[in-house]
């Protein structure tokens, strides 16, 4: 299908900035998965007596803010100016002469705001609840647009800013919402990704407990365990993946270096239940990502898995994941999850990140924490426990899966090495 667009429709990506609980950029965070290593510790939050895991990041948030900015702003809005500043930074651009009012930032989100309005309420509270104490900077640091407009207020970007609520589909949505606009010619620079400040409510680790979701393990490296007997649920996990997406010719005239080619996407929903989740449905999504890449689904090489680790949406993703590509050995699936836990609204873009790099060194990284594959997951191509070094690595199919039965693929295809590709 890439082929048969006209280049000004194909969409590449040119940066990669990141913030991982296993690293702070692509070259640590893809190190990290290839040598097994899980960004998941221990964690205080408030009302729950015990310690919980999470993935928890661990970047330098006054590189490119100040304190003053920060203490007003919000911790997903820190998350996100950090990720954007690095991918922009990476991707080369002279920023300088980029008209600011053709730049759009349009990133994916699970929720926002809980955190702010969980801290200040348990402030009004130590008041006897005087709203005189109330913060003032509570309105904009709540509206479902701040990440974003943190961004824009942070780089001067005078072009259109959206936040994409789409659950834990959301960082499948930032790149599909960014790939959108630059077809349409909205925007001729889109920094497009998904974030997420999860960790820092207490709420989110409360309701996981109280569906008897939230995953515990002694050793919390072992905690996040997707596709195996064992998994008793998720760890919650904070992050950013955040991409600058060009159209192809502005790419090529300004040489710059191209990660890949988003080829393929699709979004749907289930029309089924809150949180229980559809094969059926997922597997259309899938399967409409690939007619749109002109693809058949052996040309497919890494699989990125959604699984979260828990019992029925481990088992809803696997039967879609059979019906679509059988038992062809020449697949690799993984997962990320297992790693850092569910960023959320990070999730999808923090999970195709760490798989571009396979297109340069040809290695799938593993799902860990696999001992015993539950029968029902039967997925003979999951990469269990160790890196697979894989024949190629043409083409990587991106799961991101939500509540309310949100579901999002995107397919990024390996861009050629005499054209400016980095991973080639």
């Known amino acids: 299908m890439s082929d048969s667009l006209q280049d000004e429709n194909r969409i590449v990506i040119t940066g990669v900035g990141l913030a991982a ?95 702010e309005t969980e801290n200040e309420i348990y402030e009004i509270s130590q008041f006897d609840y005087d709203t005189k104490v109330w913060s003032h900077h509570h309105n904009p640091r709540t509206v479902a647009n701040n990440p974003a407009g943190e961004v824009t207020l942070n780089m001067g970007i005078t072009g259109p800013h959206l936040t994409v609520g789409a659950a834990c589909a959301a960082g499948n949505a930032g790149f599909i919402y960014g790939l959108q606009m630059l077809r349409l010619k909205e925007v001729d620079l889109a920094i497009a990704g998904g974030i997420s400040e999860s960790v820092h409510t207490f709420g989110i680790f409360a309701s996981f407990a109280s569906q008897g979701a939230l995953a515990w393990n002694e050793d919390p490296a072992k905690a996040s365990r997707p596709f195996d007997v064992n998994r008793n649920g998720i760890v919650v996990s904070e992050g950013g993946g955040i991409c600058t997406l060009e159209r192809l010719p502005d790419a090529l005239a300004r040489g710059a270096k191209i990660y890949g080619e988003i080829v393929g996407y699709a979004m749907n929903s289930d029309a089924l239940d809150f949180v229980l989740p559809s094969s059926n449905r997922q597997a259309e999504c899938i399967q409409l990502a690939l007619k749109r890449a002109g693809l058949t689904p052996d040309q497919i090489d890494i699989v990125s898995s959604h699984a979260t680790a828990t019992e029925q949406g481990d088992i809803e993703e696997s039967k879609a994941l059979r019906s679509v590509f059988g038992d062809r050995p020449s697949l690799a699936i993984n997962n990320t999850k297992s790693f850092i836990g569910h960023a959320m609204g990070a999730a999808g873009a923090l999970e195709l990140l760490g798989n571009i790099p396979g297109f340069q060194d040809n290695i799938a990284h593993a799902t860990i924490n696999l001992d015993q594959q539950d029968p029902r997951c039967e997925l003979r191509q999951v990469v269990a426990n160790r890196p697979r070094h894989m024949e190629r690595v043409e083409y990587i199919l991106n799961n991101s899966f939500g509540m309310l039965g949100i579901n999002s693929v995107v397919i990024v295809k390996k861009f050629p090495a005499e054209h400016g590709g980095v991973y080639a």
């Open 21 to 115: 609980p296993n690293g702070n950029n692509l070259t640590e965070y893809r190190a990290a998965l290839l040598a097994g290593k899980s960004g998941v510790v221990p964690f205080e939050t408030r009302y729950i007596k015990q310690p919980v895991l999470a993935g928890v990041c661990n970047f330098d948030e006054f590189r490119y803010q100040k304190k003053k900015e920060r203490r007003r702003g919000t911790r997903a809005g820190s998350v996100s100016i950090y990720c954007a500043n690095e991918a922009l930074l990476d991707s080369g651009i002279d920023w300088p002469q980029v008209p600011k009012d053709r730049v759009g930032v349009y990133l994916g989100i699970t929720e926002h705001g809980n955190v």
